[in-house]
């Protein structure tokens, strides 16, 4: 077959084969000819080319513009036994200069991430060989015109195959196996609730736990000083012996001096010990609010869900500080009433307050292919303004359309971005120059000392090694993703691959720049979390569907996820305070809630960027 008309096609032709490997070449060409050794398909494949002929190894006239490297697992229908691929894509970009579709070094990574996620999108994910090049060219042909040319490498592996696990949300957890009544689970019960304190029939019925069960490891908790009684068979945490408690019916008057300007706002219980490391002179006032049963039948006496309330005053620096812990987050109505009761009766108490923190842990969200935007777990995210001057982003719902989703948005902004802009200072300051400590890095040296010696959660980083990155891709199956990593392209170095579950795969990238490109890479420090500055996102329909989640946060330029915590804005924006700010330590890819082991090491990173903020504030003078 033959044509005379000159178009652009989609062209792929066969690179090379041995006996364990394949590659193969899709690029753009303007063919002015066909003949019997191509296939030209027709209907919904027309400008699509096979090439049967293999090409002629005539070498590459210029390297890969960045590469990605993951491996796939799948199961063989014949002998039900997993196999294990490795496959190698190669990129290389149109130029801004002989293309209209050009795209400048800059935007490459983008664009690559863009193509691997829709490559392994849970809608169509191609599980064959064939279906696996088929969609990469109908992705060329339609919707990356950027790309000019892909070499695409399979190759079989005989590497032992290790089956690795995700951590579950709670939400998969409940579904699949219910929650186990553990030791851990208790105290993680009554870290949630507090200041609220719990009685065993609460928690048995809310579980559906055995009480008599429940109670000993009440009894055990005791005896380990985490927990202590209290009146009408309620308990609640023990505070640390270091900590001053009082418990009092209402807050004492505070002369003028002593009022705090700084209030700080946690969610988990390790959260709140975090920012109390980083106070100085700090004393804690507990308010308890209980009503009794009206007879024998009636519900056992408790706490008022939302009504008791914690209160850490001290100083950072020059500044007096006011903390309080949430009772509960969520967008159930009494989670949403609780968290803006508890902040506005904050707010009422301390009035004096001109600046809010919401400190805490949150997902990250990460870059595939570019090494500067990745976020990764230990990494600190600050609410900072980026496309629409929103730095808090709520999705109330999502919306089909026959363009995609629409997304349902609520956009929160402080009048003021002081709070904003000294992070930004500090980040531009450790970007510049790497051989001096960030002063957060000293903060969290302090914190990690101060914990060390306590009855506590470990605060310390968790191995390197369990800093995995999944993304799904249907019917449970999994995708594992290894970080990008800064590398120049003479280095021989290859990054480390990992191991991935049943259909699942490993994707390690790299890019190819050049050494004025590398040089530009903001380069990790070992030990010292990395501040990224953009607005936090939430909302319970887009944070458990991987594939929602990421399309909201391109659309929003957000790089981390967060609990709920809309109500506590409306609240703070309510009372006609001027100046906010979120800072969110990462403790998974999720909202913060699924990574267990990092959370108390993600709210001490949190917690010691946001003293790096308050240190740098000018001195109040209100006073």
């Known amino acids: 077959m033959t044509g005379a008309t000159e178009h652009e096609q989609v062209v792929m032709t066969p690179k090379g084969k041995t006996a364990n490997s394949t590659t193969i070449m899709i690029e753009r060409k303007l063919l002015k000819a066909t003949n019997d050794k191509m296939h030209v398909a027709g209907g919904e494949h027309t400008g699509i ?12 006239c210029s390297p890969a513009q960045l590469s990605l490297e993951f491996k796939v697992f799948l199961i063989n229908a014949q002998t039900k036994k997993p196999t294990q691929e490795s496959r190698t894509l190669k990129f290389w970009f149109r130029s801004p200069k002989n293309s209209d579709n050009g795209l400048y070094e800059e935007n490459h990574a983008g664009v690559a991430q863009d193509f691997f996620r829709e490559l392994v999108s849970p ?5 064959d060989y064939v279906g696996f090049i088929k969609k990469i060219m109908k992705l060329m042909q339609h919707d990356y015109q950027e790309i000019s040319k892909l070499e695409v490498e399979l190759k ?30 208790v105290l993680e019960i009554i870290e949630s609730a507090y200041p609220n304190p719990v009685t065993i029939p609460e928690v048995a019925k809310e579980h ?19 927990v202590k009684a209290m009146d009408h068979g309620a308990f609640t945490r023990q505070q640390s012996h270091d900590t001053q408690v009082t418990i009092v019916k ?13 209030a700080i706002i946690t969610a988990l219980y390790c959260e709140k010990m975090a920012v109390d490391t980083m106070i100085e002179n700090k004393e804690t006032f507990v308010r308890y609010t209980t009503v009794g049963p009206s007879s024998p039948s009636s519900e056992p006496r408790r706490a008022r869900f939302g009504e008791s309330n914690v209160y850490t005053l001290g100083n950072i620096g020059a500044h007096r500080i006011v903390c309080t812990k949430l009772p509960s987050v969520g967008h159930t109505r009494e989670a949403m009433t609780a968290a ?16 809010v923190f919401l400190v805490g842990v949150g997902g990250g969200v990460p870059h595939y292919t570019d090494y500067n935007k990745h976020v990764r777990l230990g990494d600190v995210v600050v609410s900072c303004p980026t496309r629409n001057k929103g730095i808090y982003l709520y999705c109330g719902n999502t919306v089909v359309t026959d363009k995609g989703f629409d997304f349902e948005i609520k956009n929160y902004s402080p009048n003021t971005f002081s709070l904003q802009e000294i992070a930004t200072r500090l980040k531009a300051s450790a970007d510049q120059d790497a051989s001096v400590a960030p002063p957060w890095l ?8 101060l914990l060390s010696s306590q009855k506590e959660s470990d605060f310390n980083a968790p191995s390197a090694e369990t800093d995995k990155l999944y993304m799904s891709i249907g019917d449970r199956d999994l995708i594992e993703v290894a970080h990008p990593v800064a590398q120049d392209k003479n280095l021989k170095s290859k990054p480390k691959k990992t191991t991935t579950a049943r259909k699942s795969m490993t994707a390690s990238t790299t890019a190819s720049k050049s050494k004025s490109i590398l040089k530009k890479k903001i380069l990790r420090q070992e030990g010292c979390p990395r501040i990224h500055l953009s607005p936090i996102a939430s909302g319970r329909q887009v944070v458990k569907d991987d594939r929602l989640r990421q399309q909201f946060a391109s659309q929003v330029g957000a790089l981390a996820f967060d609990g709920e915590f809309d109500s506590v804005i409306e609240s703070i924006l309510g009372n006609c305070k001027d100046s906010f700010i979120c800072i969110r330590g990462i403790s998974d890819y999720k909202d913060g809630s699924r990574r267990k082991e990092w959370q108390p090491y993600a709210s001490l990173a949190a917690a010691s960027v946001m003293k790096a903020i308050i240190c740098g504030m000018e001195p109040p003078t209100n006073v």
């Open 156 to 185: 079989q592996l005989d590497e032992p195959i290790q089956v690795p696990s995700r951590p579950l949300s709670a939400e998969e957890s409940t579904l699949t196996n219910g929650q186990i009544l553990t030791q851990e689970k």
């Open 123 to 127: 809608r169509e994910f191609p599980r």
């Open 208 to 226: 559906n736990w055995d009480e008599d069960e429940i109670a000993q490891h009440m009894s055990e908790l005791q005896s380990r000083e985490l």
């Open 442 to 449: 000293n903060y969290l040296s302090s914190g990690l000392n």
């Open 49 to 60: 080319v096979i090439n049967k002929e293999t090409a002629l190894e005539n070498g590459e």
């Open 250 to 262: 209402q807050m004492p008057t505070m002369v003028s001096s002593k009022q705090p300007t700084i």
């Open 340 to 355: 803006g009761n508890t902040t506005t009766r904050l707010l009422g108490t301390f009035q004096k307050v001109d600046y």
